[in-house]
């Protein structure tokens, strides 16, 4: 139900959000002073939270993935809901991976702990960060390993709980907050913990130290689209293997397992080439091979560094 979904924003991006999504009420956005990766985002959450209705079940969805079909991916929520009803524990949502991926984290299973409908949840073994192509492939092959969504599901009042033991500092802060959370000095609390308080994501502060954390195999399609990689595998393909997106015309000719983007009202035209991505942005053009995808960080803190050219990104 809308009157229960959060959005969690930098303050910055709220009035973007709001426009974007009208129909989520007012009070429903939760407003990061400063951001700081996703494991003071989450507490923040789970704080308003427990100071709106005293504790909760919270699912954790990040804004830019992709995930079919919704059904399947709704019965793993109520599998997730069962292991937190049943031993209140922290469930990472885990992806069984399709290709040897060196873009995500990967979690290596244990014991299989429950299963609901079909739907297993497995203790962790261990957490693995983003792999080289080799290792990549390795955990592909070994049968045991899924891919870590960045998708949680647990209490508010328990991940406030681990981050206690984890995040102490911050989750003094946090219990100030909620103790004033209907006073005028909480927005000055809240940006006192968010100042103090070190970008850390929740799996390396929290989830990587619990003892509590447990994983569902999910079968479902799911991508995250933060890279251009992604398009290709979501987006309908010509015949060619070409995707096009946008606004632009196009041409393609001789042009094989090419990926345009175009948010301009202009003609693209790629004339024997194979195996790019190439986005018109209208003050930006980017033309690169898909095999240098996975260096696009590198690429933009090259432009970050340059104080002519921050103006683009």
Not at 80 to 88: F, G, K, M, Q, Y
């Amino acid at each position: 139900p809308l009157e229960r979904t959060f959005i969690v924003a930098n303050s910055h991006l709220v009035e973007l959000m709001k426009q974007t999504h009208p129909e989520i009420p007012e009070q429903n956005y939760i407003v990061e002073p400063l951001g700081k990766n996703t494991a003071p985002a989450i507490c923040l959450a789970a704080a308003n939270i427990v100071a709106k209705y005293g504790d909760g079940i919270m699912f954790v969805l990040a804004s830019d993935h992709y995930i079919d079909p919704p059904d399947m991916f709704r019965d793993g929520l109520k599998a997730a809901r069962e292991v937190i009803l049943s031993d209140d524990k922290l469930v990472l949502m885990g992806i069984q991976p399709t290709r040897a991926e060196t873009a995500y984290g990967y979690i290596r299973v244990d014991d299989k702990i429950a299963e609901y409908d079909g739907i297993k949840c497995f203790s962790v073994k261990s957490f693995k960060e983003k792999p080289s192509r080799v290792k990549a492939q390795e955990f592909y092959l070994a049968g045991d390993y899924l891919w870590n969504s960045g998708n949680f599901m647990f209490r508010a009042g328990k991940i406030l709980d681990e981050a206690r033991k984890y995040l102490p500092d911050f989750a003094e802060y946090m219990q100030k907050y909620v103790d004033n959370f209907d006073k005028p000095e909480a927005s000055s609390i809240l940006r006192e913990a968010f100042e103090n308080v070190a970008a850390v994501s929740i799996d390396v502060a929290i989830l990587e130290k619990s003892e509590d954390v447990a994983v569902l195999w999910g079968a479902f399609r799911w991508d995250d689209v933060g890279s251009w990689g992604a398009m290709e595998r979501i987006l309908h393909k010509d015949k060619f293997n070409n995707v096009i997106a946008g606004k632009s015309d196009h041409l393609l000719l001789d042009t094989y397992e090419t990926t345009v983007y175009s948010d301009t009202d202009s003609l693209v035209v790629a004339f024997g080439v194979t195996d790019l991505v190439i986005v018109n942005m209208g003050d930006v053009v980017l033309v690169m091979n898909k095999t240098r995808i996975p260096q696009m960080r590198d690429l933009v803190k090259k432009i970050k560094d340059n104080p002519d050219w921050k103006k683009y990104l």
